[in-house]
């Protein structure tokens, strides 16, 4: 079965620090990856994507991923973090039959 | 252009109630879902439909069922409630591996 691991539950780093969300699945095919963002109280926004090709991928408010198949990872990596990025952080992946499983979620905060 | 609507987005139940939660998407789209996110457990995947017709099991479709009559709803019921199904829960929808797009979720308290 699909499934999707963040090791991190919480993670506290300070502001200009460098940030990176740790991101392991399983799945026997090529999967397709995604990383969102939630605010308390808030839906949930799309950071970034990958599909195939390049496996550095970037996506909004300074962030990128990177795919390592041969790890079966896809690590969030942010090189500046700011107080804004507080937050819930959720990786996903989507299969070939539809499927779009979510991670535990990993709870950023940001220290001054 | 609204997206995704959840309707209601609050509802208290008693146990044994039963109640169905739809979710609306104007953006025709094919894939849809019902996630419940509980505190430490990030969104678990309850049902999902790749189309109109179509339904398939998550990864807890215990006590819940769906219905996908018309392709831009997405239908969760809950036949029967039970404390354990408090929770928040979202829809989402896609085009195939495309990105999920949020609705903004429906607080579910059952007492």
């Known amino acids: 079965a699909q499934s999707v691991t963040q090791p991190d539950i919480h993670i506290t780093v300070s502001e200009g620090a460098s940030l990176e969300l740790r991101c392991n699945y399983s799945?026997?095919?090529?999967?397709?990856l995604f990383w969102y963002v939630q605010s308390p109280g808030q839906g949930l926004q799309l950071l970034l994507k990958?599909?195939?090709?390049?496996?550095l991928v970037q996506g909004i408010k300074g962030f990128e991923a990177e795919f390592k198949r041969s790890q079966s990872s896809f690590n969030l990596r942010k090189p500046s973090v700011h107080w804004s990025d507080a937050a819930e952080y959720f990786c996903?992946?989507?299969?070939?039959?539809?499927?779009?499983?979510f991670g535990q979620g990993t709870t950023l905060q940001v220290k001054p | 252009n609204a997206g995704v609507t959840q309707t209601p987005k609050f509802r208290v139940l008693k146990t044994g109630q039963s109640m169905t939660l739809l979710c609306a998407q104007d953006?025709?789209?094919?894939?849809m879902y019902w996630y419940r996110q509980d505190p430490g457990m990030g969104l678990r995947l309850i049902h999902y439909?790749?189309?109109?017709?179509?339904?398939a099991k998550g990864e807890v479709p215990d006590g819940y069922n769906v219905s996908r009559l018309k392709k831009q709803n997405f239908l969760l019921g809950l036949e029967s409630a039970a404390p354990s199904q408090t929770s928040v829960y979202f829809c989402?929808?896609?085009?195939?591996?495309?990105?999920?797009?949020f609705g903004q979720g429906t607080r579910l308290t059952v007492v």
């Open positions: 989402a929808s896609s085009y195939p591996k495309g990105r999920a797009f």
């Open positions: 996903a992946v989507g299969t070939n039959t539809g499927k779009l499983i």
């Open positions: 990958y599909f195939s090709g390049d496996t």
């Open positions: 953006m025709n789209h094919e894939y």
């Open positions: 439909s790749v189309g109109e017709g179509t339904t």
């Open positions: 799945y026997g095919a090529t999967p397709y």
